[in-house]
C-alpha cells in the first residue's frame, strides 16, 4: 500500500472517530455546551424566541453547563447589552430542567460601560 493510501486510510479513521466521539459527547446531556464554539442551542432559541433586537444582546461568553441535584441545568452567559442608552455586560443565569424545557432566567451581575 502507497504512503498516500494509508494517510487516507488513517485520515478516515480518525474523521469517523471524532464524529462518533463528538454524538456520543452530544448526547450525553440534554442541555451541552457546543463543542464548536461552545455555546448552548437552547440558549440560542430562547434569546430567537423573547429578545426582538439580538443586536442589543449578544453572548460574548459562554459558560459551561452544570447539572444540578434535581435534574436541572444552569448556564452562565455574559452578553453585550444596550442599558439605559448605554454599553454595559450582564452575566445571566439560564435554567432548564431535565428535559431541557426553559424554566428561568436571572441577572447575576450588570457593569457599567465597556
Not at 459558560?63 to 452578553?79: M, R, S
Given at each position: ?7 487516507l486510510?488513517?485520515?478516515?479513521f480518525l ?8 454524538l456520543?459527547e452530544s ?21 430567537r424566541?423573547n ?5 442589543l ?9 452544570e ?9 452562565p452567559?455574559t452578553?453585550r ?6 454599553p454595559a455586560t450582564?452575566?445571566a443565569l ?5 428535559r431541557g424545557?426553559?424554566v ?6 450588570r457593569?457599567?460601560?465597556?
Amino acid at each position: 500500500m502507497s504512503r498516500r493510501k494509508i494517510a487516507l486510510v488513517v485520515l478516515a479513521f480518525l474523521s469517523l472517530f471524532t464524529s462518533v466521539g463528538w454524538l456520543v459527547e452530544s448526547r450525553r446531556q440534554v442541555v451541552h455546551n457546543s463543542l464548536w464554539d461552545g455555546s448552548v442551542a437552547q440558549v440560542r432559541v430562547w434569546l430567537r424566541r423573547n429578545w426582538l433586537d439580538l443586536r442589543l444582546r449578544s453572548p460574548i461568553e459562554w459558560g459551561q453547563v452544570e447539572k444540578t441535584a434535581p435534574g436541572d441545568f444552569l448556564v452562565p452567559c455574559t452578553f453585550r447589552t444596550i442599558v439605559d442608552g448605554k454599553p454595559a455586560t450582564t452575566e445571566a443565569l439560564f435554567t432548564f430542567d431535565a428535559r431541557g424545557q426553559y424554566v428561568d432566567v436571572k441577572a447575576v451581575h450588570r457593569s457599567g460601560e465597556i
